[in-house]
């Protein structure tokens, strides 16, 4: 597992299956492209089940004018961001920096949980694992 404690706005370098790859720090505009895509599941998810309940057109544009207009919250985002499909899109977002050609699928290749919580920390700019001590804790002074 990567040293993360210095790694705050900082690259850092992972494997993902065979490939090493390199993380960036999350900009403004990955958190921009994950609301988008955030937005654009909660459409799909719609229109799913306007499609299986057969509903009509007009209920169809009604309801997509409703999902469009819905706001994305401070709850939203922190919610997203813990799901493993946010974790997933975000991881993603951060490889695109310096691999550009990569797809979202290669994220799969993350198998195991603390891989991805590695991952997500060090793109979110905490720079430490929860699991870490606070700097300076068992020093004497």
């Not at 370098?13 to 895509?37: R, W, Y």
């Not at 050609?101 to 929860?130: F, N």
């Amino acid at each position: 597992m990567p040293d993360l404690t210095k790694s705050t706005g900082q690259p850092i370098t992972m494997k993902i299956g065979k490939k090493e790859v390199v993380l960036s720090p999350i900009t403004m505009g990955d958190l921009a492209a994950f609301e988008s895509h955030c937005k654009s599941n909660r459409l799909n998810a719609f229109l799913e089940v306007a499609k299986e309940h057969k509903m009509e057109k007009v209920d169809v544009h009604e309801g997509i004018t409703r999902i469009l207009s819905i706001p994305f919250s401070g709850n939203d985002f922190s919610s997203e961001m813990s799901s493993t499909t946010g974790i997933r899109f975000l991881i993603w977002r951060s490889i695109k920096h310096k691999n550009p050609e990569i797809k979202l699928q290669a994220v799969d290749d993350l198998s195991e949980i603390d891989e991805m919580m590695v991952a997500l920390t060090a793109i979110s700019g905490l720079g430490r694992l929860p699991s870490d001590p606070p700097e300076g804790a068992g020093k004497k002074e």
